[in-house]
C-alpha cells in the first residue's frame, strides 16, 4: 500500500515545505449494519455537543476564514452526519449546498467489530487488549483489524492531500482545514496513523465524545509494516 500521513503538531510549522492542512475532527459511536439508520441520530446532548464543536472549529479558523479553504468530510452514518450538520452551521457549511464543501467518506465509518456489534460494551476491552497483540487480529464474525482500519485512514489522507494540493511558497494563501467527523475506533487508529505512532497503542488517542482536535498532516509512511516504533506527534477527534 502507499505512504500514510505523518502528522505534525499544530499549527504546522511555516516552512514552505510543510502541506499545512488542518484536520480536525469530531466522533459519534455506532454499528455498521444500523449507523445508517435515521433513528440512530443524536439524543439532545450530543446535538448540542456537535454545535459546541462547530463553534470551537470556528473560532479557530478566525472571524473571516476564506470559505474555499473550509470543508467537512463525514462518515456516512446518521450521527456522524447529523454532527457534520451541525457543526457546519457554525462556519456557512452545509449538506446539498452545492459547494462541494460538504462530502461523505466510506473510510470514515467506524470499525466494524464483527460478532461484538450491539454487544456489551465490554467487549470492547477484549478487542482493545488483542489490538495490542497483534494489528492483523479480526474480531470473530468478520471484525476489522486495526490494520485494517489503518489502511482505509490512510487512503483517506492521501486522497484529501491529492484533493487539496500543496500551499505554495509566498502565495499568500492560507491553509486548508478540513473537519473530519468519524467514530471512536477509526479515530483513534486514524490519529495513531496520522502522528506515526504504534498502532498497536492507538487507544493512547482516545477521544471523548464531542471532543475536537486539531492535527497537521505533511509527510508520509507506510502501515502495510509494522509501526511500532514510528516518530512521535500531532492531534485529531470528536463529536457524539
Given at each position: 500500500?502507499?505512504?500514510l500521513p505523518r502528522a505534525?503538531?499544530?499549527?504546522?510549522?511555516?516552512?514552505?515545505?510543510?502541506?499545512?492542512?488542518?484536520?480536525?475532527?469530531?466522533?459519534?459511536?455506532?454499528?455498521?449494519?444500523?449507523?445508517?439508520?435515521?433513528?440512530?441520530?443524536?439524543?439532545?446532548?450530543?446535538?448540542?455537543?456537535?454545535?459546541?464543536?462547530?463553534?470551537?472549529?470556528?473560532?479557530?479558523?478566525?472571524?473571516?476564514?476564506?470559505?474555499?479553504?473550509?470543508?467537512?468530510?463525514?462518515?456516512?452514518?446518521?450521527?456522524?452526519?447529523?454532527?457534520?450538520?451541525?457543526?457546519?452551521?457554525?462556519?456557512?457549511?452545509?449538506?446539498?449546498?452545492?459547494?462541494?464543501?460538504?462530502?461523505?467518506?466510506?473510510?470514515?465509518?467506524?470499525?466494524?467489530?464483527?460478532?461484538?456489534?450491539?454487544?456489551?460494551?465490554?467487549?470492547?476491552?477484549?478487542?482493545?487488549?488483542?489490538?495490542?497483540?497483534?494489528?492483523?487480529?479480526?474480531?470473530?464474525?468478520?471484525?476489522?483489524?486495526?490494520?485494517?482500519?489503518?489502511?482505509?485512514?490512510?487512503?483517506?489522507?492521501?486522497?484529501?492531500?491529492?484533493?487539496?494540493?500543496?500551499?505554495?511558497?509566498?502565495?499568500?494563501?492560507?491553509?486548508?482545514?478540513?473537519?473530519?467527523?468519524?467514530?471512536?475506533?477509526?479515530?483513534?487508529?486514524?490519529?495513531?496513523?496520522?502522528?506515526?505512532?504504534?498502532?498497536?497503542?492507538?487507544?493512547?488517542?482516545?477521544?471523548?465524545?464531542?471532543?475536537?482536535?486539531?492535527?497537521?498532516?505533511?509527510?508520509?509512511?507506510?502501515?502495510?509494516?509494522?509501526?511500532?516504533?514510528q516518530s512521535p506527534p500531532?492531534?485529531?477527534?470528536?463529536?457524539?
Amino acid at each position: 500500500m502507499g505512504a500514510l500521513p505523518r502528522a505534525l503538531p499544530f499549527p504546522p510549522s511555516l516552512s514552505p515545505l510543510n502541506l499545512p492542512h488542518a484536520f480536525p475532527s469530531l466522533s459519534p459511536f455506532l454499528s455498521q449494519t444500523n449507523g445508517v439508520k435515521p433513528e440512530h441520530g443524536l439524543a439532545p446532548t450530543g446535538q448540542a455537543q456537535a454545535a459546541a464543536a462547530g463553534l470551537e472549529w470556528a473560532r479557530q479558523v478566525g472571524p473571516h476564514p476564506d470559505p474555499a479553504s473550509l470543508r467537512i468530510v463525514a462518515s456516512p452514518f446518521a450521527r456522524t452526519l447529523e454532527t457534520a450538520t451541525l457543526a457546519g452551521a457554525a462556519v456557512g457549511i452545509a449538506p446539498g449546498d452545492g459547494t462541494g464543501r460538504f462530502a461523505t467518506a466510506e473510510e470514515l465509518v467506524e470499525r466494524h467489530f464483527g460478532g461484538f456489534e450491539l454487544q456489551d460494551h465490554a467487549h470492547y476491552a477484549t478487542v482493545w487488549e488483542e489490538d495490542a497483540r497483534d494489528l492483523d487480529w479480526h474480531p470473530p464474525g468478520g471484525g476489522e483489524s486495526v490494520r485494517d482500519v489503518a489502511v482505509r485512514a490512510a487512503a483517506l489522507f492521501e486522497r484529501l492531500e491529492a484533493e487539496l494540493g500543496p500551499v505554495a511558497a509566498g502565495s499568500g494563501e492560507g491553509p486548508k482545514r478540513v473537519l473530519l467527523v468519524a467514530h471512536g475506533d477509526t479515530l483513534s487508529i486514524a490519529t495513531a496513523v496520522a502522528k506515526g505512532a504504534d498502532l498497536a497503542q492507538h487507544r493512547a488517542h482516545a477521544q471523548e465524545t464531542g471532543e475536537l482536535r486539531r492535527l497537521g498532516v505533511m509527510m508520509v509512511k507506510d502501515v502495510t509494516a509494522d509501526n511500532s516504533a514510528q516518530s512521535p506527534p500531532g492531534g485529531v477527534r470528536g463529536a457524539g
